[in-house]
């Protein structure tokens, strides 16, 4: 069983473009979860999916930043007209449905955005 | 609001101590409690859940408690190798109904042959 998968590792954008960063859960699970970590900073929590629904975007800033889960393929987290400040690890965490949210999280590598 | 809270924020330690690592956080309705381990430029690696119900998990050389009353965790390493030199990170699961987690923001630990 495949652990989550993120996509791409690394990612450079000049300011003004659009980063979207990728996350496939584990095989089975429904929840998805992402994290920024800024540097120097610890992981905070920016949105929480389930398929086809924003469940908690309490964490996502309230411009330029989106987050969806489609019916098929990946979670997606795009960043528009990003800015220096966007630069971070971007982590996707996920879960399986049993149980409700509570579940043990399991994290990707990660994708780690520099933006010049 | 939840927050969580770290200490040490670094550790170093000779090969073959028994260390523990410590972890508090602010609201006692804490859900569950997660401990990571996170090695430089790379993913989290889950090292043990503690369900709210639970006051102890243990994984081989790991031993981690939950004591929500006191809200602290502590996380037990025996016979440290250099191999769990690492940042370790403990997270509680927030007890809104979404399971996010709050992060603390982690014991660096090198384990020095």
């Known amino acids: 069983n495949a652990g989550v998968m993120q996509n791409p590792r690394h990612l450079v954008r000049r300011r003004g473009q659009e980063a979207r960063l990728r996350c496939s859960p584990m095989k089975g699970h429904s929840h998805v979860y992402w994290y920024r970590q800024l540097p120097e900073e610890g992981l905070k929590f920016m949105v929480y999916l389930q398929k086809e629904n924003i469940i908690d975007e309490s964490g996502m800033p309230k411009e330029r930043f989106s987050a969806e889960f489609p019916k098929e393929g990946p979670s997606i987290l795009r960043i528009q007209q990003v800015v220096r400040g966007d630069s971070a690890a971007y982590f996707c965490?996920?879960?399986?449905?049993?149980?409700?949210?509570?579940?043990?999280?399991?994290f990707g590598p990660g994708t780690r955005l520099t933006v010049l | 609001k939840q927050e969580v809270t770290q200490i040490p924020a670094a550790l170093s330690v000779p090969e073959g101590e028994n260390l523990v690592l410590n972890c508090s956080f602010t609201d006692s309705a804490i859900y569950n409690l997660q401990w990571f381990r996170q090695d430089p430029g790379k993913g989290l690696t889950s090292l043990l859940l503690i369900q709210s119900s639970q006051r102890e998990q243990t994984s081989g050389r790991l031993n981690a408690s939950l004591d929500k009353s006191s809200g602290r965790s502590t996380l037990y390493i025996a016979a440290s190798q250099p191999g769990d030199s690492a940042t370790y990170l403990c997270?509680?699961?927030?007890?809104?109904?979404?399971?996010?987690?709050?992060f603390g923001q982690g014991t660096t630990l090198q384990v020095k042959p």
């Open positions: 965490a996920s879960s399986p449905p049993a149980g409700g949210p509570y579940n043990e999280q399991f």
């Open positions: 997270a509680g699961h927030d007890s809104s109904n979404t399971g996010k987690l709050i």
